[in-house]
């Protein structure tokens, strides 16, 4: 019985030890990866937030919190997210924060596809309806099937997610936009939590149950979860900048206007060097984004004629239909994406200064072309020269032309000390004849 008296004590002690260390490593392990998506919702915008749950789901993390302020996005690119989120070992949450913040169109799909849904005070979401691949009005058939098939989609979400089914409808066939009370007193609720911060969302999930798009329940700990935030990687904020169409469209003039001024001057170096960048960053731009090749073409071809007014006398026809044509095309080479578009406010002043600009630098380097050439041989043509010895027809003499000797022909007799005009190179030859507006001051004589 002895040892039966020492032996329990050991035990207890080491069951409670044992449960110290595995509820201290519970703790430990638990992780709320926070991401904060700020802009457009493009590819670049996937890549992030899907590398994210990645991440999340390969540290175990208990729950992704994903921050979210858009005014829109690619219907492309918020697919892929959502089916990323439905695949996520750990829970996702939409948190559209701050307060004032909104999740507008493909920002409101993502928030009822989230495992869940919560928002700031005086936050709204909504006007999910789809508009056309090219910004331009599509026919009635073409944009009820776009309409239905979006709505369907946004149903299922919610269905499945347990939200607003009728709600969510309504924001896509009738662009309906709901406050976070509107949302959170809906029934069902369109989202289940209000919370003012990251901390305040945390204390509120702490202990819920949830259930996922598969029908699993979980139960959510994370009260005393560490927070881990992941933001953007350099790459990633550099190229979603550039992803934005405002930004494309002021990349893809400034590049042409790069160009035009290094056909215009060549050997500048530096407008073609920034141009051809510039250009090159705005057609990675349009590959991120949809874009209206007819509206491509149209800029290209304003373009043109711009050119064609300083080469082509047309009273200022050619100009003024450059300038409609940079205009209309500006307006149609980025496809609307839903909430964000490329304003007159933008397009009118850049298509003015760079019309004007085109024009203004092309005249003044056509001005310069007419110029007599100021440097090398071909500058000495039409100068004045002073005979050092005399000419004979036919016969090699001595000039002198700005302090420099050179060997020159004449096909008339000139005196030595007479003045001369230059009128061809030849190699280290020159070509001149006497100075007429010299002599006839009776300056110099000259006989033939």
């Known amino acids: ?28 392990e638990r992780t709320v990866v926070v991401a904060e998506l700020d802009g457009i919702i493009h590819p670049i915008a996937a890549e992030y937030l899907t590398g994210v749950i990645d991440q999340a789901d390969t540290s175990s993390a208990t729950v992704v919190v994903i921050i979210l302020r858009t005014p829109g996005g690619l219907l492309d690119s918020t ?52 508009v056309s691949g090219t910004g331009q009005q599509t026919d009635e058939t073409m944009a009820k099937k776009v309409e239905s098939d979006t709505a369907a989609y946004v149903r299922s979400l919610a269905e499945a997610r347990g939200r607003n089914v009728v709600l969510a409808e309504q924001a896509v066939r009738e662009s309906r936009a709901f406050t976070d009370s509107e949302a959170a007193t809906a029934t069902p609720p369109l989202v289940d939590v209000i919370a003012t911060d990251v901390d305040d969302l945390l204390r ?29 990687s350099r790459r990633q904020r550099f190229l979603g900048t550039i992803a934005d169409p405002q930004i494309a469209y002021l990349l893809l003039t400034l590049g042409t206007l790069g160009l035009t001024i290094e056909l215009w001057s060549p050997g500048a170096i530096v407008p073609g060097v920034a141009g051809g960048l510039c250009l090159l ?62 304003g007159l406010n933008i397009i009118l002043p850049v298509v003015l200064i760079l019309s004007a600009g085109m024009l203004l ?83 110099t004589a000259w006989k033939a």
């Open 79 to 130: 697919s892929s997210i959502v089916s990323r989120m439905i695949t996520s070992r750990a829970p996702v949450v939409v948190f559209v924060a701050p307060s004032g913040a909104r999740a507008a169109s493909a920002g409101f799909v993502l928030t009822i596809a989230a495992d869940v849904a919560a928002m700031a005070p005086g936050t709204h979401i909504g006007a999910a309806h789809p």
């Open 1 to 28: 019985m002895t040892w039966a008296r020492r032996l329990i004590p050991a035990l207890a002690l080491l069951i409670a030890s044992t449960t110290a260390v595995r509820g201290q490593s519970s703790n430990a």
């Open 361 to 443: 630098l092309g005249r003044l380097a056509l001005a310069a072309q007419r110029q007599p050439p100021a440097t090398g041989a071909d500058a000495l043509i039409g100068q004045q020269a002073h005979a050092r010895t005399a000419f004979t027809p036919g016969a090699p003499a001595m000039v002198d032309v700005h302090g420099e000797l050179w060997q020159a022909r004449s096909e008339v007799s000139i005196d030595a000390g007479g003045t001369v005009r230059i009128t061809a190179v030849n190699g280290l030859m020159l070509t001149v004849v006497p100075d007429t507006a010299v002599t006839s001051r009776g300056d």
């Open 281 to 342: 960053l705005a057609f990675f731009a349009f590959q991120i984004l949809p874009v209206n090749v007819t509206g491509l073409l149209l800029i290209l071809f304003g373009l043109g004629l711009v050119i064609l007014e300083l080469k082509v006398p047309s009273f200022g026809a050619l100009g003024i239909g450059g300038a409609i044509s940079l205009l209309v095309g500006s307006i149609m080479v980025t496809r609307e994406v839903p909430g964000v578009r490329v």
């Open 204 to 232: 509120q999930l702490d202990g819920r149950t949830i259930k996922r798009f598969d029908g699993r329940s979980v139960t959510l700990h994370t009260g005393d979860a560490e927070v881990r935030r992941v933001p953007m």
